[in-house]
């Protein structure tokens, strides 16, 4: 990924950031008219990006919005493996990361060389990779899949050998729902959902006796036994479809979830699942996008995603076969 900015096109950013809301909103909306952009965001985006995005959902449902534009700039408000995603499946067209910081602790605790190693205690097992990881492991594996059609995307192969990666959470999960299949699971794990604890949940249950609890399947064996559904975010959207007489929903996943809950189902009331008492499940690199950095993004065309046409070629295949197969919900 280019990452140095010329000085030569920098902006006074101190001097930007201090702009008001509506400044920056209006300076966004002329530079993504002017420069045909697209703006993604993820469901885990701070609520006021999720606003002003043209399509907020899941990595496959932003993969898959992202293979549709005919926009020229892709501004990518998520992080570094999802704005990659996009490059992958849109290699013609430039894609922006508006923040360089916004990384993904799960995808980096695998590596090819890593992967490697598990290849090596697992001969003849076929590699399935979560989308969470880089394009260089991508491109090392059989087939990616999202927490939105992972079950689906084990069962559609051919062989009962799975290697699964790198979400130990995840592959877990799959791994109940896909009895008949051996599946070998990674060690790696989404810290923000990784931290909850079923006994944490059982207390706020207790606050909320009649919530129906919805939790993302990165999240630990102790919490999904609680679950009334388990779900990517997209999934959630659908899950609180299913209880129209129930008021209140507990939401086990990054809290910028409940802003799209609410906007959607602005009558229900949204409990967010904590760690620690008040402290909601927080991913700090979901929330390092602000709308100043949307704003530099679109006004200096950065941080634009490069990668090697080989790991593209690779990591293409891979979700291609993904996006072939239908989601789980
Ligand atoms: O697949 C995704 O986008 C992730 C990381 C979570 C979700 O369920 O949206």
């Known amino acids: 990924m280019s990452q140095v900015l010329s000085p030569d096109k920098s902006l006074d950013y101190y001097h930007y950031s201090h702009l008001p809301k509506e400044e920056l909103v209006a300076r966004i909306e002329r530079l993504r008219r002017e420069k045909n952009a697209v703006i993604l965001a993820h469901n885990y985006q701070v609520g006021e990006i999720q606003d002003l995005a043209d399509f907020t959902g899941d990595s496959l449902g932003l993969s898959l919005e992202a293979t549709?534009?005919?926009?020229?700039?892709?501004?990518?408000?998520?992080?570094?493996?999802m704005a990659e995603s996009a490059k992958i499946l849109n290699p013609e067209?430039?894609?922006?990361?508006?923040?360089?910081?916004?990384?993904?602790?799960?995808?980096d605790s695998i590596t090819p060389e890593s992967l490697d190693d598990w290849k090596a205690r697992y001969p003849g097992y076929t590699v399935v990779t979560y989308i969470n990881s880089s394009a260089e492991v991508k491109a090392e594996s059989y087939i990616c899949c999202t927490s939105a059609n992972a079950v689906s995307v084990v069962r559609s192969l051919d062989t009962d050998k799975i290697l699964f990666t790198p979400d130990r959470n995840l592959g877990r999960w799959v791994a109940a729902q896909v009895p008949e299949k051996e599946i070998a699971i990674y060690d790696g794990v989404c810290p923000t959902h990784d931290v909850l604890r079923g006994a944490s949940l059982e207390r706020t249950h207790g606050t909320y006796p009649d919530a129906i609890i919805i939790?993302?399947?990165?999240?630990?064996?102790?919490?999904?036994?609680?679950?009334?559904?388990v779900c990517s975010t997209t999934g959630m959207i659908k899950a609180v479809a299913k209880y129209?007489?129930?008021?209140?929903?507990?939401?086990?996943?990054?809290?910028?979830?409940?802003?799209?809950?609410?906007?959607?189902f602005p009558d229900k009331e949204f409990v967010p699942a904590d760690g620690c008492i008040g402290c909601r499940l927080h991913c700090p690199y979901m929330k390092m996008t602000g709308l100043q950095d949307?704003?530099?993004?679109?006004?200096?065309?950065?941080?634009?995603?490069?990668?090697?046409?080989?790991?593209?070629?690779?990591?293409?295949?891979?979700l291609e076969r993904m996006m072939a197969v239908p989601r789980d919900h």
Do not use: W
């Open 294 to 318: 949307v704003y530099f993004a679109l006004e200096e065309e950065r941080f634009e995603i490069e990668l090697a046409e080989d790991v593209i070629e690779g990591a293409r295949l891979a």
């Open 215 to 229: 939790a993302h399947p990165e999240c630990r064996q102790d919490v999904i036994e609680l679950a009334h559904e």
């Open 68 to 81: 549709k534009t005919d926009a020229d700039l892709i501004v990518f408000c998520g992080v570094n493996f």
């Open 93 to 107: 067209k430039r894609v922006l990361l508006p923040h360089i910081g916004a990384g993904c602790s799960l995808a």
């Open 244 to 264: 129209p007489l129930a008021k209140t929903f507990i939401i086990a996943t990054e809290h910028g979830m409940i802003h799209q809950l609410k906007l959607r």
